[in-house]
């Protein structure tokens, strides 16, 4: 599987837009970059995925880079509630089920 | 539409003891897949069950085997329990598998002593 780097940790202020980066630079034309975050003591939850074009959700909007090395999901307000480790995975069309996570970026909110 | 169920939610073992964890996925859902997170590795893939077969499988020794009923349950079972079996075991349930959206439980909570 193609790998995904994000940074350990990041800050926020509540109310705040939130920009947590993730860079994939081994990408394949056939892999669709998705996230998931991990709220304390709960399972993963799905948050969006795209493959090329910018994508916008209920929860966040993802800004994928022209190349698709790269890639950006955007809390437009951060809330207590976003504090969570967020995962970039990358999944291969037709790869199956498996998800495979790195160590993802826990986020902090603060008032 | 209730979510992705997991019993029990803790459980304590001592080594050498075998250990049996239940899931119930959405309903509707065929497909199960099952995650281990440790402190250490993290969240690793265990296997997926499609229509009561194991359709994929992660790199885990054999003390670790799972199942699937014909109405999509699953259960998943640690033989000889080791410490380092101590985790969160994580189950998540989607309606095909492939590449469907999935939705995990809170998982379970095993500690091995």
């Known amino acids: 599987d193609a790998k995904t780097t994000q940074p350990n940790s990041m800050e926020s202020n509540e109310e705040e837009p939130v920009h947590l980066p993730c860079n994939h630079s081994t990408i394949s034309g056939t892999d669709y970059i998705h996230w998931y975050r991990q709220l304390p003591s709960q399972g993963p939850e799905y948050v969006i995925h795209?493959?090329?074009s910018n994508v916008n959700n209920r929860m966040a909007s993802l800004a994928i880079a022209e190349d698709r090395k790269s890639s950006t999901l955007i809390l437009h307000r951060a809330t207590l509630r976003d504090a969570a480790v967020y995962y970039c995975i990358l999944r291969l069309t037709g790869g199956g089920n498996k998800l495979t996570f790195g160590t993802g970026t826990q986020l902090k909110v603060e008032l | 539409k209730a979510g992705v169920t997991q019993t029990p939610r803790y459980l304590i073992k001592t080594r050498g003891q075998q250990v049996t964890l239940s899931c119930s996925p959405i309903?509707?859902?065929?497909?199960v897949s099952w995650y281990q997170q440790t402190p250490g590795q993290g969240l690793q893939f265990l296997f997926e069950?499609?229509?009561?077969?194991?359709?994929n499988k992660g790199n885990f020794p054999g003390r670790f085997s799972g199942r699937q009923f014909s109405n999509s349950r699953s259960e998943m079972n640690v033989s000889t329990l080791e410490l380092g079996d101590s985790a969160l075991y994580l189950c998540a349930s989607s309606r095909l598998g492939g590449e469907d959206t999935q939705y995990f439980g809170p998982g379970t909570r095993l500690t091995v002593l």
């Open positions: 309903s509707g859902h065929r497909s």
């Open positions: 795209g493959l090329t």
């Open positions: 069950y499609f229509s009561e077969t194991q359709r």
